[in-house]
């Protein structure tokens, strides 16, 4: 038997599976569009769960001298390429609409609780903007680059002195965006004649999977997503999609490494550097 989580049910066979998700893709893109989702590990209502990152995984061979402001704080909130487990897949170019509309209309709050006591920085000091990384930037394990939707906002503008202790420390937080899926399309490996136009988003879209190893079955379908909407705010939260402020070895970034295995975690007594402060320093504005 085969389990369809999108349609609650059980097949005896793929071919029956892809036939029902075939008379019934256009209703679950319905239903994912109309919800508003979030990236944050603790609500597992309309949560979009992603694979923690791994800071110890970057390698020094991918890092490119860029300038930043260190006036300003850089969160990335979202990356592209990551199939989640809810079967969706973020592209390129997912957030070029939404940075437009929304800029200067998104907060950065606690745990995404609208609210007075909760925000971190009002949305009038918040500069929206995507730039295309190495994923090892951000400590993912993956190859190739991806896309991040990232807040700017100048150090003084924190306005919470929880999060600005937090911040400051380098211990580790991670972000969570708010969003609402806008275009999607429907991505089948499926040979049958009804099936042409999503098997050749299968096709299209399969390669730009960057981690097809975290899955032990094989991805029969899944959904692309070509637009969200950054809704209201992006959170800091303690477990979330984005962990940008993993530790990483400060030796690390000035020279080339030789190591041949990437797993090798940081010995204790290596002086270490924070994720977000690597972020500032070389990451293009």
Request: hydrophobic share 35%.
């Amino acid at each position: 038997m085969i389990y369809c989580k999108e349609l609650n049910k059980e097949f005896e066979s793929k071919a029956e599976m892809f036939k029902a998700l075939r008379n019934s893709h256009k209703d679950i893109i319905a239903d994912k569009t109309v919800k508003i989702y979030n990236s944050d590990c603790n609500n597992e209502k309309n949560t979009i769960k992603a694979f923690p990152l791994n800071a110890s995984k970057i390698d020094s061979e991918t890092i490119k001298e860029l300038d930043l402001d260190s006036d300003y704080y850089y969160i990335a909130v979202n990356t592209t390429g990551i199939l989640d487990n809810h079967g969706d897949l973020h592209l390129a170019g997912i957030w070029n609409k939404t940075k437009k509309e929304q800029q200067g209309k998104v907060y950065l709050v606690w745990d995404h609780e609208l609210k007075g006591g909760s925000t971190i920085v009002r949305k009038e000091h918040i500069e929206m903007l995507i730039k295309e990384m190495p994923f090892s930037v951000l400590g993912m394990p993956y190859e190739g680059n991806c896309e991040a939707l990232i807040y700017k906002f100048h150090k003084d503008k924190v306005i919470d002195e929880k999060a600005e202790e937090w911040l400051e420390s380098g211990d580790e937080i991670q972000a969570s965006v708010r969003m609402q899926y806008i275009k999607m399309l429907f991505a089948l490996n499926s040979e049958a004649k009804e099936d042409v136009e999503y098997k050749k988003n299968y096709d299209k879209y399969y390669p730009q999977i960057s981690n097809k190893d975290d899955f032990e079955n094989d991805i029969d379908y899944f959904w692309p997503v070509l637009e969200a909407k950054n809704k209201l705010e992006s959170s800091l939260v303690l477990f979330g999609s984005n962990h940008v402020t993993g530790m990483i070895e400060e030796e690390k970034i000035n020279q080339p490494s030789n190591d041949t295995d990437k797993n090798i975690e940081p010995s204790n007594d290596t002086q270490k550097e924070n994720i977000f402060e690597y972020l500032i320093k070389n990451l293009k504005q």
